[in-house]
Every structure is written in structure tokens, then in C-alpha cells.
């Protein structure tokens, strides 16, 4: 099942998981992000979902952790945390720097959530 833009609807729940400790790749510390070879990532780059940030270290984001896609526009459904963030808040390895950063990024959401227009429920005949 997918959503807008042919993404499958579990990819940003995917994503919050994976970049919490980034794909299992030796070229992460390398300033190569773009050619590391996982599956998810050759999607997201190839489908311009997300970019490189300046640096090469990882996803490109804003200060939110939204994720920025190939022409720069600001992802409304897709965040990230954690070692892929590097090129923005540099070092993100360490469980405290994560803990925080994933406790930022909660809050984040849980506003944007609340604010949310309520959606109604299509009334099954």
C-alpha cells in the first residue's frame, strides 16, 4: 500500500528507525553519503526524496529534522534523527545526543499533530 507519491505508507515510520543508528555501511563516516549501496537509501536519493546535506555526511535537514528533497523542498511526513543528521548537528553518535534529539523530534511532531486539522471518517454504507 502506498501513499503520495508511490512512497509505501510505513516509510517514515522506517526511517525514524533507521536513522537512529543510520544504514549498516562502512562508507558512513566517509564523505560519500550519496553512493552508500542500502536498498532504502538508493530509493530515497533516486526518487529525489531526499538529498545529501552540503558535507556529504548524511540527509539533508532542516533544523526540525524534516527532511529536504532534491529541489530543496521541506518534507512535511519525513524526519530524521541520528548519524544520517551528521552534516547538520555534526556528531549524533552518542545515546545522549540521540535521546535528545529523538525527545526534540517527538515533541515536534506530537505540535504538529495536534494541530493538524481533524480528518473525517468516510461513513460505510
Given at each position: 500500500m502506498?501513499?503520495?507519491?508511490?512512497?509505501p505508507f510505513w516509510l517514515p515510520l522506517l526511517l525514524g528507525f533507521l536513522t537512529?543508528?543510520?544504514?549498516?555501511?562502512p562508507d558512513m563516516c566517509l564523505p560519500a553519503f550519496?553512493?552508500?549501496p542500502h536498498p532504502l537509501v538508493r530509493a530515497l536519493l533516486g526518487k529525489g526524496l531526499?538529498?545529501?546535506d552540503p558535507l556529504r555526511l548524511g540527509?539533508?535537514?532542516?533544523?526540525?529534522?524534516a527532511l529536504l528533497d532534491r529541489d530543496g523542498a521541506i518534507s512535511r511526513r519525513m524526519f530524521a534523527a541520528g548519524l544520517v543528521t551528521k552534516g547538520a548537528f555534526?556528531?549524533?553518535?552518542a545515546v545522549p545526543d540521540i535521546r535528545r534529539r529523538g525527545e526534540f523530534l517527538a515533541e515536534h511532531l506530537a505540535t504538529l499533530i495536534r494541530a493538524a486539522p481533524k480528518?473525517?471518517?468516510?461513513?460505510m454504507a
Open positions: 502506498t501513499g503520495s507519491m508511490g512512497v537512529a543508528v543510520g544504514p549498516a555501511s550519496p553512493r552508500i531526499v538529498r545529501p540527509f539533508d535537514v532542516t533544523g526540525t529534522c555534526w556528531e549524533r553518535t480528518r473525517l471518517e468516510p461513513i
